[in-house]
C-alpha cells in the first residue's frame, strides 16, 4: 500500500509560481510518480511524470511552464509551476505507478495510487 498526501495548492494571480509537493509512504519509494489534474466537467489530464531514474516527461500545455522532480530521501515528488494561466485552474493529483518497473506512462489508468487533490485556482 502507498499513501499519497499533496499540499501547495492556493489561489494566484495569471503569471505566478505555485509549488506542489506529494508525500509519499507505505512503500519503498522506488517506482514512478506522475501528476495529473481535473477541471470542472472535464476528463482527468497528465500534467507530467518522473521515472525512479529522474527521466521526466511533460504535457505539451506545461511544457517549458512546469517542472516536475523528486527527493527519493524525503519520498517525495514536486511539481513547480510558474507562468500559471486561467486554463491551468484545477485540482492537481500526484500518483503512483508500482507497477512498471519504474517507468511512466501518461494514462492515468497505469497508476495504482492516488492522492485526495490539491486545487488550484488561478485568477486571469
Known amino acids: 500500500q502507498v499513501q499519497l498526501v499533496e499540499s501547495g495548492g492556493g489561489l494566484v494571480q495569471a503569471g505566478g509560481s505555485l509549488r506542489l509537493s506529494c508525500a509519499a509512504s507505505g512503500r519503498t519509494f522506488s517506482y514512478a510518480m506522475g501528476w495529473f489534474r481535473q477541471a470542472p466537467g472535464k476528463e482527468r489530464e497528465f500534467v507530467a511524470s518522473i521515472t525512479w531514474s529522474i527521466s521526466t516527461y511533460y504535457a505539451d500545455s506545461v511544457k517549458g511552464r512546469f517542472t516536475i522532480s523528486r527527493d527519493n530521501a524525503k519520498s517525495t515528488v514536486y511539481l513547480q509551476m510558474n507562468s500559471l494561466k486561467p486554463e491551468d485552474t484545477a485540482v492537481y493529483y500526484c500518483?503512483?505507478?508500482?507497477?512498471?518497473?519504474?517507468?511512466?506512462?501518461?494514462?492515468?489508468?497505469?497508476?495504482?495510487?492516488w492522492g485526495r487533490g490539491t486545487q488550484v485556482t488561478v485568477s486571469s
Open positions: 500518483a503512483a505507478r508500482t507497477r512498471g518497473y519504474g517507468l511512466t506512462t501518461r494514462s492515468p489508468h497505469d497508476y495504482d495510487y
